[in-house]
Every structure is written in C-alpha cells, then in structure tokens.
C-alpha cells in the first residue's frame, strides 16, 4: 500500500501562484505513471498533468504553460507547479500513482488539498 500525502494547497489571489507537493511513502522510481488530479465542487474528477514512465508529461489544455509537474525521485515527492492561477482553479487536487504488477494496476491517491483562487 502506496501512501500518498499531499501538502501545499491555500488561498491565493488570481495571478497568483502556488506550489503543491505529493510525498510518497516508496520510491516513484517503482511508479509507472504520476499525475494530479482535481475535482471542483460538482464537477467529475479530471487530470491536470501527468508524468508517463520516464520523463514524458502530459496537461490537459486548460493548464499547459501555466502549471508544470515535475518529480524529485530523491525524496519520493512529486510536485505541482501553478502560476497564473484562474478562479476556475479552484477545486480539491489529488496526487494518484499507477504501478503495474503481474495482472493488472494497482492506483493509489491522496487524501487531496484545497486550492481556491479568489480576490
């Protein structure tokens, strides 16, 4: 069992910027697959950035050129950078890990953290 836990969340103006860490209780070398995820208040889950096995990096449109993920494998931590925060930002953001094994991925999330960007 993956732990995953998530820290860097607040509330920032628009314009703003942000810094989200996910700390992972194994090393993300063992990982196959990276990615933050965030879910607003009535709306379904959906990915923000992702990082494939290797360096490859995914965003959805709404994000790219504007947050940036990246991933320390020294201290297990991925992170999640946000300038130029948009009130449309706002929602709960979660880190969630992929690793296969024999049959099968085992997915692993955290308990998420709080970004509202507001004036």
């Known amino acids: 069992q993956v732990q995953l836990v998530e820290s860097g969340g607040g509330l920032v103006q628009p314009g703003g910027s942000l810094r989200l860490s996910c700390a992972a209780s194994e090393s993300m070398f063992s990982m196959n697959y990276i990615g933050w995820y965030r879910q607003a208040p009535g709306k379904q889950r959906e990915l923000v950035a992702g990082?494939?096995?290797?360096?490859?990096?995914t965003y959805a449109d709404s994000v790219k050129g504007r947050f940036t993920i990246s991933r320390v494998n020294a201290n297990n931590t991925v992170y999640l950078q946000m300038t130029n925060l948009k009130p449309e930002d706002t929602a709960v953001y979660f880190c969630?890990?992929?690793?296969?094994?024999?049959?099968?991925?085992?997915?692993?999330w955290g308990q998420g953290t709080q970004v509202t960007v507001s004036s």
């Open positions: 969630n890990v992929k690793r296969r094994k024999v049959i099968g991925v085992d997915s692993y």
């Open positions: 990082i494939i096995s290797g360096d490859k990096t």
